[in-house]
């Protein structure tokens, strides 16, 4: 299996890297030489990778969704400070969504800006999290409302780390894979009628194939709109609707949140009669094919009062990315009498 190298535009005239394949014993090569390099990451993959970590500097956080927060962000800088980090060092965030998002952040403020890079050690973070310079963290419940817009040097993506994840972890993942397919590649979301869970899981020429066609999707995006004032706003198909599950409950993974995001927002378009029931039907499919759950449980009231505070809603209104197929999408603002009248139907 080659490494498969993709490279996205960044706003300053250079590009991330995204290098996907067997790349994690070549770290050396992708940090700088003769840099003060240090590691963020969280205690579980520390416990898995220690021996490649301790050979840098290293802040260790907790894990968690909760720990994604600001007092974590002022722990990390009072722990740069202690190890006499400049603006020439290079911050390694080694680990999932959670460790990117966060090292992304601290690399972005500390001192105005210094460099990094990402092992992305998730499947989540390998094509959705790491990917497109996304950084935050939460605040009052509400999923990183306090971030930037700012791309890593690379990001590694190496699939044999991914034999380390919970069964459910790499089920999560795949649904920001298919979410990519049905936003803009119908042959990627076929592989996922196709095949079974137990295929992507085993087979990692497959597996490879679909993360490299996910990340392409995201790249080309990124490229044409990196700020979200456009088209990037596709790349939220499903996730208004995840956010006010995950504002709701606890009960379920990011990726898990999504698939039921997904289903939502197909019954939804199929309501509009933008998408055709059999459409929508081949989501619910793959989404219970993938053994991700395709309804949270919620009763509507709650999760409308949740979905009401987005933080991407601009004052009485939200834009939702709706289906009219696979690979065809639309942005539509929608005030929320709408929405409501259309959710409650």
Not at 268 to 287: E, Q
Request: net charge negative; proline share 2%; with cysteine.
């Amino acid at each position: 299996m080659m490494n498969q190298t993709i490279e996205v535009r960044r706003e300053d005239g250079g590009t991330s890297q995204v290098v996907i394949g067997q790349v994690i014993d070549r770290l050396e090569n992708y940090v700088p030489n003769g840099k003060k390099i240090v590691v963020i990451t969280d205690t579980n993959v520390y416990k898995c990778y220690r021996i490649m970590i301790d050979r840098f500097e290293k802040i260790i956080i907790e894990p968690g969704e909760e720990h994604k927060t600001l007092d974590t962000m002022g722990q990390i800088y009072s722990q740069l400070i202690a190890l006499g980090a400049d603006r020439e060092t290079f911050l390694l965030g080694f680990g999932g969504g959670i460790v990117t998002d966060i090292t992304g952040f601290a690399a972005s403020t500390y001192m105005r800006g210094v460099r990094f890079g990402f092992v992305a050690t998730t499947l989540l973070a390998q094509v959705d999290a790491s990917v497109g310079g996304k950084n935050g963290v939460n605040r009052d419940g509400y999923k990183n409302m306090v971030g930037t817009f700012n791309q890593p040097e690379f990001v590694l993506c190496d699939l044999s780390v991914l034999k380390t994840l919970p069964e459910r972890e790499f089920r999560a993942g795949l649904s920001e894979i298919f979410k990519a397919g049905l936003i803009r590649d119908a042959g990627l979301f076929e592989l996922f009628e196709k095949h079974t869970f137990d295929d992507f899981y085993q087979d990692e020429n497959l597996l490879h194939q679909a993360i490299t066609r996910a990340v392409k999707v995201k790249k080309a995006i990124v490229d044409a709109d990196e700020k979200e004032h456009g088209q990037r706003k596709l790349l939220n198909l499903g996730h208004t609707m995840a956010h006010a599950i995950e504002k709701s409950t606890r009960r379920f993974e990011h990726g898990e949140a999504v698939a039921i995001g997904l289903v939502m927002i197909a019954g939804l378009s199929v309501k509009m009669g933008l998408l055709p029931a059999g459409v929508r039907d081949r989501i619910v499919r793959v989404v219970g094919n993938m053994g991700l759950p395709a309804d949270s449980g919620i009763p509507m009231d709650p999760l409308f009062e949740a979905l009401k505070s987005d933080k991407k809603k601009d004052a009485d209104s939200v834009s939702l990315i709706l289906l009219r197929d696979v690979a065809d999408c639309e942005i539509r603002k929608m005030n929320f009498e709408e929405l409501k009248q259309w959710l409650f139907v």
